[in-house]
């Protein structure tokens, strides 16, 4: 089970086919949107139970500063591989502990239309509360698998994809890849980076540092390189 | 006055000339890095005073949850307008209030070589020390100034700059613009976006999204503008 805070993304895991079991509301605390989204997630609920709270109750289960009244329990979502055109884009994340970065690179791989996000060994939960929140929900939106490291590379060889290590030891700016087709981009952790059997990919990518920053945070340059692939792959 | 915490951030305000007038210190708290760096935040002290802090006291004055043992009181840097070449990049921020956000994009500014970024109107302070820390201190490698609008607009337009308002509502992709010679790229809130005077800029971009997400957080869209000049510009 998982706890979706938050009228918006739990209005994303609906529209993704989660079914919320329980839902508990607070109406003074609402905001405009969950207002409007409300109906829709109690409609969701199903043979599911609903349940007021007050307001002293509800700040106490929230996990937010300004929480907006909404918090439901839902089953996890077991998303399946998805279907896969001649270009797909998917982000593999090895390992990454920060909620906040995984729920950044899974908002910018939605706004980017990614097909999947993959996420490898001990990171951040991509289904606990921190991730979905960063995410806005995007979590729900971009199918989001948890995988072991062998059966990952395993589909990403069975589905013909160009691997792409985004990594700042890598010789080649990022733009001068060729980032078409089907792409899979590679993060390892803001530390200690991938590991080499993730290093072994068809292109390594870096992207250039001119300033005295010792590292872009890896959501930013997860985007950068995210939205190259769109740059690339426009009609 | 303002107040740099953590020896890396402290670090680059020395660098970009700043003096600290006092230090406090908690040798006990700090980090390998810390370690490194104090005995130069030491001499940069010239006549300042170092003063040694229990753990306690530490983390009574510290605003962090894993404080370096590192913090210093410094007078504000008066930044000059920057000399400029014949390509130069400038980020104009429009009341960006949360701190993070104009943080993070000081960061990416340092990262993609910026020259500068101006500071308009009632947002976070950019010398706070949420947004130092969110910088990563890169507001100290940035020179960061706050402009009022007008000054802002007549010392762009008098340095024949390029503006570049990035807004949702912009009928062009971002990598479709011209972004070389002289560019502001000017960025409003997530919320209001900018104000009309600066919509009226030579070229307006937007991020193309094709997700659930309702929009790129700013610092996000910040990013990718950034380096599309800095890819448009390279040799």
């Known amino acids: 089970m998982m706890l979706v805070e938050g009228a918006r993304e739990l209005s994303r895991a609906v529209a993704a086919g989660v079914r919320p079991h329980e839902l508990y509301l607070c109406p003074e605390l609402f905001s405009p949107e969950a207002q409007e989204l409300v109906p829709g997630l109690e409609t969701a609920l199903g ?34 591989l998805p279907d896969l055109g001649r270009r797909a884009l998917v982000v593999v994340l090895h390992g990454l502990e920060k909620p ?56 990403l060889a069975e589905q013909g994809f160009r691997t792409v290590a985004c990594t700042p030891d890598a010789r080649q700016d990022y733009w001068d890849a060729p980032l078409t087709g089907r792409v899979a981009l590679l993060l390892g952790t803001e ?34 390189v995210l939205y190259e692939c769109v740059r690339q792959s426009r009609a």
Chains 1, 2 share one sequence.
């Open 47 to 80: 043979g599911g139970r609903a349940t007021l709270l007050s307001r002293l109750a509800f700040e106490k289960v929230s996990g937010r500063e300004n929480p907006d009244g909404v918090l439901g329990v839902a089953p996890l979502p077991v998303p399946a």
């Open 100 to 155: 906040g970065n995984v729920g950044a690179i899974l908002r910018t791989a939605d706004a980017a239309g990614a097909d999947a996000a993959v996420v490898l060994g001990r990171g951040a939960d991509p289904y606990g509360p921190n991730v979905i929140r960063a995410s806005q929900g995007s979590v729900f939106a971009v199918p989001t698998l948890a995988l072991g490291e062998e059966e990952a590379l395993a589909w």
């Open 191 to 224: 530390h200690a980076g991938l590991p080499p059997e993730w290093r072994r990919a068809h292109e390594a990518v870096r992207v250039p540092m001119h300033g005295q920053a010792d590292s872009l945070n890896v959501a930013t340059a997860a985007a950068l």
